[in-house]
């Protein structure tokens, strides 16, 4: 019978520390974006602070402390505040393709022509310095944040085209990237649920047999303190 040896239904995890960088209205956090086909959850470990979050509906902010548990799905923009050492572990649909291209940052509308414009605005020097990397980590959410209350402005004086706009930019951006999504999802999720399926079956016609290939697997993360969008990661394979 198949097996599927992911995380739980290639929900991807990863350990997050949010920026504590000031941003123009006087916050500290992260980056705002959205992702187009994965729900992501927040566990909060550590610290204090709060999720600012965008939808058609409007505007929300939910506190965070030790404990809490907040999920979205797609198409909710979300930004992270953190006021004292706000540490989260996020959880992510798609076997972590949340970090693997699922995201559009909310970049003013000039940096969301086209992907050559939208990748120069994004894109971390790789092989740059730690100081490298900070700066244009910094600069890219300082971006967001400045397209994000522009959004957040339109859309409490009640006017949804900005929004809409975005939204239409963002599925753009992603479309090329469709398929080799879809592969990440058959091999995950949708495989994840048909070992399920299959084991039901088995056990429907009370063969256990399935059982004898159980294993477990433990690993450390495959990379301490990367830059990601809304803070320094830790990430594991899954």
Same mark, same amino acid.
């Given at each position: 019978?198949?097996? &599927?040896?992911?995380? =739980?239904?290639?929900?991807?995890?990863?350990?997050?520390?949010?920026?504590?960088?000031?941003?123009?209205?006087?916050?500290?956090?992260?980056?705002?974006?959205?992702?187009?086909?994965?729900?992501? %959850?927040?566990?909060?470990?550590?610290?204090?602070?709060?999720?600012?979050?965008?939808?058609?509906?409007? &505007?929300?902010?939910?506190? *965070?402390?030790?404990?809490? $548990?907040?999920?979205?799905?797609?198409?909710?923009?979300?930004? *992270?505040?953190?006021?004292? %050492?706000?540490?989260?572990?996020?959880?992510?649909?798609?076997? @972590?393709?949340?970090?693997?291209?699922?995201?559009?940052?909310?970049?003013?509308?000039?940096?969301?022509?086209?992907?050559?414009?939208?990748?120069?605005?994004?894109?971390? =020097?790789?092989?740059?310095?730690?100081?490298?990397?900070?700066?244009?980590?910094?600069?890219?959410?300082?971006?967001?944040?400045?397209? &994000?209350?522009? $959004?957040?402005?339109?859309?409490?004086? %009640?006017?949804?085209?900005?929004?809409?706009?975005?939204?239409?930019?963002?599925?753009? $951006?992603?479309?090329?990237?469709?398929?080799?999504?879809?592969?990440?999802?058959?091999?995950?999720?949708?495989?994840?649920?048909?070992?399920?399926?299959?084991?039901?079956?088995? $056990?429907?016609? @009370?063969?256990? @047999?399935?059982?004898?290939?159980?294993?477990?697997?433990?690993?450390?993360?495959?990379?301490?303190?990367?830059?990601?969008?809304?803070?320094?990661?830790?990430?594991?394979?899954?």
């Amino acid at each position: 019978m198949p097996t &599927f040896e992911g995380l =739980p239904g290639a929900v991807a995890v990863s350990h997050l520390r949010v920026y504590d960088w000031p941003t123009a209205d006087g916050l500290r956090g992260g980056t705002p974006h959205l992702h187009l086909t994965c729900s992501e %959850g927040y566990v909060v470990v550590g610290g204090t602070g709060s999720v600012q979050t965008l939808t058609a509906s409007g &505007f929300r902010q939910t506190p *965070l402390a030790p404990g809490a $548990l907040v999920w979205f799905t797609p198409g909710t923009i979300h930004r *992270l505040v953190s006021e004292d %050492g706000l540490r989260i572990v996020v959880l992510m649909e798609n076997s @972590g393709l949340p970090e693997a291209g699922d995201a559009v940052l909310t970049l003013p509308p000039r940096h969301l022509a086209d992907p050559d414009a939208y990748r120069a605005a994004v894109v971390l =020097p790789v092989d740059g310095s730690e100081e490298e990397q900070e700066r244009a980590a910094r600069a890219r959410r300082d971006l967001a944040v400045e397209g &994000f209350l522009a $959004l957040r402005r339109a859309t409490e004086a %009640g006017d949804p085209e900005p929004l809409a706009e975005f939204h239409r930019a963002a599925a753009a $951006l992603v479309r090329p990237r469709t398929e080799d999504w879809r592969g990440r999802w058959q091999k995950g999720a949708a495989a994840a649920s048909e070992v399920t399926g299959g084991q039901l079956d088995a $056990l429907a016609r @009370g063969d256990s @047999g399935y059982l004898a290939d159980a294993c477990a697997h433990a690993e450390q993360p495959s990379a301490y303190g990367k830059f990601g969008m809304c803070g320094r990661l830790d990430v594991y394979r899954g």
